[in-house]
Each structure stands twice: as C-alpha cells, then as structure tokens.
T-cell receptor, first 116, second 114 residues
Framework: DAGVTQSPTHLIKTRGQQVTLRCSPK?????VSWYQQALGQGPQFIFQ???????QRGNFPDRFSGHQFPNYSSELNVNALLLGDSALYLC???????????????FGPGTRLLVL | AQSVTQLGSHVSVSEGALVLLRCNYS??????LFWYVQYPNQGLQLLLK??????LVKGINGFEAEFKKSETSFHLTKPSAHMSDAAEYFC????????????FGKGTHLIIQP
C-alpha cells in the first residue's frame, strides 16, 4: 500500500519565480491538505482540497494556490516567490470513507524549497 | 479557533528513562488531538490520536498519551526511552466532527543520552 508521495524532493528557485509542487495521496484517500514547515517550526496549514475544490484555507496569501485532480492528486502553486517561502512543503491525505476518521491525516516526505 | 502549546523546545533523557513530552491545547469545540514524530529530513509519522473515545491512547513504538479535559492537556509518555526515539515531536489539534486543517505546536526535540 503506497503512502503519500510528493515530487520533487528538492527544488531551488530565485525570487519572483513560480513553482509547482505535486502530491499523490495514500490509496483510498480523497482529501489532500498542504502545509508549510519553516526551519525549526511546526507545520502551518495552507489549504485543503476535497472533490476538486478548496474547502478550507489557512492564513496564506493568494500567491499560494492549488488544484486537485479527478484522481485525487494535487498541486500546490506559489507565484512571485519570496525568500521567506523557503521551507519544507508537506502534503497530507485523509479519507471521508465511512468507518475512518476523516480528521486523521497521513503525511508525505515533503518537498524542500529553497528560494535564492 | 484552536492552539497548541508544547512546553520545552528540547527535552533530554537517559536511555531507559521515562519520556514525558508536554502538550496543552486550546479549543472552542471538542478537539481531536494527535502526536506526530519527525526524523531528520523526513515527513511526519502519526504516533497516536485521540478522537473522543478512550482517554488513554496507545500508539506505535510504545508511546501513549492521556487526554485530560480538565487540564486541557494531552501529554505523550513512554516508560523506557530508546536511542531510536531521538527525533522531533509535534502535538496537533483539530476540531472534531470536521475535516479541517491541523494546528501544530512548535515541536519538542527529544534527545536521548546513552
């Protein structure tokens, strides 16, 4: 049973550029959440996707946007990159299936983004 | 709104000693609570969760946590520390009944002394 996968593992960009990160949820999961983890900090919630729509958003600017595809995979896009966007970006998946706790999220290994 | 406070950014224990990592939460609705572990350069692994059933929750690798509503706490314990337990530990909260994003604490770095 494959867990949550993310690509790429590492990425280096320069200020002002745009970046797209990808996530495939755990098998059987239909909800994807994205988190930003700055160095030495806990993860911060960016947004959550379910049924191809953004259903909840954290305190992040509109430069952060996302998409969910019919196969439940997801992308995180960040425009006009700032130095402060350098972080580990984590994707987590969960399921709304009956008998499962939809609040339980399983995390991928993350994409480490460095903005120069 | 909810929040999590983890007391002690670093905790050091000897191998074989009791591990106690503290977590206090604030939530306007009955919460669901989680402990995750993060090893260097890796993602987060779920250790255990409280979802309004038994207040004493057992997780993987010998860890357990007790939900105490009166103290708004969800402390993580392990009777005997092992060198492989050295990692970063995060407590997280979310409102029960929904599928909202998790709110994490700042983490506690657990150091195991030989």
């Amino acid at each position: 049973d494959a867990g949550v996968t993310q690509s790429p593992t590492h990425l280096i960009k320069t200020r002002g550029q745009q970046v797209t990160l990808r996530c495939s949820p755990k098998s059987g999961h239909d909800t994807v959440s994205w988190y930003q983890q700055a160095l030495g900090q806990g993860p911060q919630f960016i947004f959550q996707y379910y049924e191809e729509e953004e259903r909840q958003r954290g305190n992040f600017p509109d430069r952060f946007s996302g998409h969910q595809f019919p196969n439940y995979s997801s992308e995180l896009n960040v425009n006009a990159l700032l130095l402060g966007d350098s972080a580990l970006y984590l994707c987590a998946s969960s399921t709304t299936r009956t008998g499962y706790t939809r609040e339980t999220q399983y995390f991928g290994p993350g994409t480490r983004l460095l903005v120069l | 709104a909810q929040s999590v406070t983890q007391l002690g950014s670093h905790v050091s224990v000897s191998e074989g000693a009791l591990v106690l990592l503290r977590c206090n939460y604030s939530s306007s609705v009955p919460p669901y609570l989680f402990w995750y572990v993060q090893y260097p350069n890796q993602g987060l692994q779920l250790l255990l969760k409280y979802t309004s059933a038994a207040t004493l929750v057992k997780g993987i690798n010998g860890f357990e946590a007790e939900f105490k509503k009166s103290e708004t706490s969800f402390h993580l314990t392990k009777p005997s520390a092992h060198m492989s337990d050295a990692a970063e530990y995060f407590c997280a909260v979310t409102p029960g009944g929904g599928a909202d994003g998790l709110t994490f604490g700042k983490g506690t770095h657990l150091i195991i002394q030989p």
